[in-house]
């Protein structure tokens, strides 16, 4: 992990309605991810976790706050000017039976970022078909799979294709919004092992976002804890599960069902 | 038997084209000219008997299935290229503008067909041209509400917020995604607008709104058959069976169509 | 004494080959068997063969016999005297396990009202009492909402309730916690735990979850495939599976016996899917 700052959000606030029935989604979060990183994300239901991701990679604009993606200011651009952040900041999206067009072949689900004209005009002429057989190979597909239907592979297969498609153009972070909560057990160390990997092979940075703290403190070296749209406890993964300071990411870990033999 | 509906719907009216597709280039009799005696009952050569003015029963029921057709696929293709761009522009729109078309659609909705194609008829002389494009718009709220509706399921699914992840804009999305995700539940819509408006042509023909004399018509034969019904009602139940199976096949269809897209919707676990 | 006995049970849809071939197994009382497996192995339609829950088109071949009666060919009737009443379900998903026009008190009420015949005031305070039970400090708040005012852990807490109120011999959980954040899954769990032993109820407990298992189950079966590769205690399972199958998933569930950042093992290290049978 290098010094330099990739993510910088500083006061970051989400609030949806108004008046009396106003809902704190997210309030006043600093957040600072480096190059290189694995940041888990950990939280409950209305944690503000997803508000966060969402802030994060510009689907959302911040009731108040700002973010800073290597070094260029995003909140307030149009949608026009946000190429940079586009192309070099992917998502994988939790169920693959949701993040993936029914009607879509496969081939063109995972070309489909290469033909953004926004990423386009951040990115080097690359061969659609080329880069298809490349990310099905980096994923462990077999390429010519490509002219099937989502629905013709099983779950663990369908989140590697989710995967693909975020590689395509070459991004420089990945977020992995609950990559395996719903995929069935005796796969899921299969796509993190793969993420694992894939993370290493392409020197990206990730923020993992997970409720799952067992897989968090697998995968991450360090990790935020939230609660009802606050930051509750940051730190490297290792010493916040053992040591921690809040009540409330102790009694998460607590709540961690633990092998009863 | 499973899809029974879909199988009865599709040979009912594969009935109805055929009998269309051949009455364009062959027809016992000629269905516009006195061919006979009038009033004969069914028997030979006049398989269904003969009219009020001697013409071809048989004749004129296999011709009017072709302003039937017509009818339903003018109609239908109006109200589904204005209805389908309304609904997913209604979709993609947020806060007042949405709000506006919604309540717009409404007041359209409650403007009958039957007013429309009156006043068409009042403008520019009622015709089967004037019948289907008020049959047509009238239909187009349906077509707004069930595009809207699909549009908006899609809109909310993660696989287009990966799409607007990378920076796809709203156009490309409608094309892309909500077009092809919403085509099966525009096409169940289709079929029972066709049925609709096969209907609606036949009543608007039995007012003189519509398909004119001496073109064949099954809402005119209708009409021409009132006059003599208690001397002939036979003349009544030909044209009137021809729209029932006609709207009947229709009906089924979109009911099959239906029924085949909702399983494939829901995940076997 | 046999609460449950499961004999060469074997479950087909349609023409479409068996997804359960002839399992058998036991229950106790009080005994409490973990069903572990992955998805399409058939836990969950095991589960429903017994609660006699299958669609229609599903061809159930073999024995179940609960208390002495043979539930494989009842009728539904005979069935609905057993369900809700010896046996009960819950199942994953709080979303829609409650009816959303009923208010929950209601909703158990009828569940009571149904086996017991009780009368609408009786039962009334019996729903309350329920709901004290699985944990709620405003049970008449609880009893007089709708569902969609109530969060998931206090809707799965109500389906629970709908399931122990007429003290059932068995209670068959389908992934009850799978769909509840962690802090609520723990106090659900150990709900579970409690009330089961103050009735003295067997039960049925399906996980994905081995560490979840654990929690609750003395003794564990591991499906694969519709069949059962391997049986035993909780203890002997998860820390000296003999089965391939089950090692694999032991070793790939066990997170907190891994090196952080190494490679986590896969269910195909050990074992690695053979033809079908």
């Known amino acids: 992990m290098s010094n330099e700052i990739i993510f910088d959000a500083r006061s970051l606030t989400r609030t949806y309605g108004t008046g009396a029935r106003a809902v704190r989604a997210l309030e006043a979060v600093d957040l600072t991810v480096r190059r290189g990183e694995r940041l888990g994300v950990v939280g409950e239901s209305g944690s503000g976790k997803s508000t966060l991701i969402r802030l994060l990679a510009a689907l959302d604009t911040p009731t108040a706050g700002s973010v800073t993606f290597?070094?260029?200011?995003?909140?307030?651009?149009?949608?026009?000017d946000l190429g940079f952040?586009?192309?070099?900041?992917?998502?994988?999206?939790?169920?693959?039976?949701?993040?993936?067009?029914?009607?879509?072949k496969v081939r063109r689900i995972?070309?489909?970022?290469?033909?953004?004209?926004?990423?386009?005009?951040e990115l080097a002429q690359l061969d659609p078909d080329a880069r298809v057989k490349e990310m099905m190979e980096a994923v462990g597909l077999d390429y010519a799979d490509a002219d099937r239907y989502p629905h013709e592979f099983s779950g663990g297969q369908r989140q590697r294709i989710a995967i693909a498609r975020a590689l395509a153009p070459k991004p420089h972070v990945l977020i992995a919004d609950e990559p395996v909560s719903a995929l069935d057990v005796s796969v899921r160390a299969q796509v993190l092992n793969l993420l694992n990997d894939l993370v290493d092979a392409f020197g990206l940075t990730m923020i993992f976002v997970s409720h799952d703290l067992r897989v968090v403190r697998h995968v991450c070296s360090t990790a935020i804890v939230m609660q009802r749209g606050r930051v509750v406890e940051a730190g490297p993964t290792a010493s916040l599960f053992s040591n921690p300071t809040q009540e409330y990411t102790r009694q998460l870990l607590a709540a961690v069902p633990s092998f009863r033999t | 038997m499973r899809r029974a509906s879909l199988w009865a719907g599709v040979v009912l009216i594969g009935f109805v084209v055929v009998t269309a597709v051949v009455s364009r280039l062959w027809s016992p009799f000629d269905p516009v000219m006195p061919v006979g005696t009038r009033l004969l009952p069914p028997g030979w050569p006049c398989v269904l008997g003969t009219d009020a003015f001697g013409r071809d029963v048989a004749s004129r029921l296999m011709v009017g299935a072709q302003?039937?057709?017509?009818?339903?696929?003018v109609a239908v293709g109006i109200a589904a290229l204005v209805g389908v761009p309304l609904g997913l522009l209604s979709a993609g729109l947020k806060g007042p503008a949405s709000e506006v078309l919604l309540r717009a659609t409404d007041v359209a909705q409650a403007f009958p067909a039957l007013l429309l194609a009156l006043l068409l008829a009042g403008a520019f002389g009622g015709n089967t041209v004037t019948a289907m494009i008020a049959i047509g718009l009238a239909a187009v709220p349906q077509f707004l509400r069930i595009a809207r509706a699909g549009a908006l399921t899609v809109l909310a699914s993660d696989f287009v917020l990966a799409a607007r992840a990378c920076g796809i804009g709203r156009v490309a999305i409608a094309r892309t995604h909500v077009l092809p995700n919403i085509a099966p539940l525009v096409g169940v819509q289709a079929s029972v607008t066709f049925a609709m408006a096969i209907l609606a042509e036949a009543a608007l023909s039995y007012l003189g709104l519509g398909t004119q004399p001496p073109t064949p018509s099954w809402g005119s034969m209708l009409r021409d058959a009132q006059s003599v019904l208690f001397v002939d009602p036979l003349l009544a139940v030909w044209p009137g069976l021809a729209i029932a199976v006609a709207v009947l096949g229709f009906n089924l269809l979109g009911d099959g169509l239906r029924d085949l897209l909702d399983p494939r919707l829901r995940e076997v676990a | 004494m046999t609460l449950l006995e499961v004999r060469d049970l074997t479950v087909a849809f349609g023409r479409r080959p068996p997804v359960v071939r002839g399992i058998s197994f036991a229950?106790?009382?009080?005994?409490?068997?973990?069903?572990?497996?992955?998805?399409?192995?058939g836990k969950t339609v095991t589960s429903l063969a017994v609660m006699g829950l299958l669609a229609e088109n599903a061809s159930?071949?073999?024995?179940?016999?609960?208390?002495?009666?043979?539930?494989?060919?009842?009728s539904d009737r005979e069935l609905s005297t057993f369900r809700g009443d010896e046996i009960s379900m819950i199942f994953q998903e709080p979303m829609t396990a409650l009816d959303p026009t009923m208010r929950a008190g209601r909703q158990v009420a009828e569940v009571l009202r149904l086996h017991a015949g009780a009368a609408a005031g009786a039962a009334r305070e019996r729903v309350l009492a329920m709901l004290a039970e699985v944990g709620f400090s405003d049970p008449e708040r609880i009893a007089d909402s709708y569902p969609h005012q109530l969060s998931g852990g206090q809707r799965q807490r109500v389906v629970t309730a709908m399931a122990l109120i007429n003290s059932p011999d068995l209670v068959i959980c389908d992934e009850p916690t799978t769909a509840l954040d962690v802090t609520v899954q723990a106090k659900v769990l150990d709900l579970l735990d409690r009330v089961l032993t103050r009735e003295n109820a067997a039960c049925l407990f399906i996980s994905h979850d081995l560490a979840v298992v654990s929690q609750l189950a003395s003794d564990i079966l591991v499906m694969l495939d519709g069949v059962i590769v391997e049986r035993g205690t909780a203890s002997e399972i998860l820390t000296a599976p003999k089965h391939p199958y089950t090692r694999g998933l032991v070793a790939t569930s066990r997170l907190d016996l891994v090196e952080p950042g190494s490679r986590l093992p896969v269910v195909e290290d050990f074992y690695v899917a053979g033809a079908s049978g």
């Open chain 1, 70 to 80: 290597e070094g260029r200011p995003v909140t307030g651009l149009a949608e026009r």
């Open chain 3, 60 to 74: 159930v071949r073999g024995s179940i016999v609960c208390k002495g009666t043979e539930l494989v060919g009842a």
């Open chain 3, 27 to 41: 229950l106790e009382q009080g005994q409490r068997v973990g069903l572990i497996g992955e998805s399409g192995c």
């Open chain 1, 110 to 121: 995972i070309t489909e970022p290469l033909r953004s004209p926004l990423i386009r005009a």
């Open chain 1, 85 to 104: 952040l586009r192309r070099r900041v992917q998502i994988v999206f939790q169920d693959p039976r949701a993040s993936l067009d029914p009607r879509m």
């Open chain 2, 67 to 73: 302003g039937c057709l017509w009818v339903g696929i």
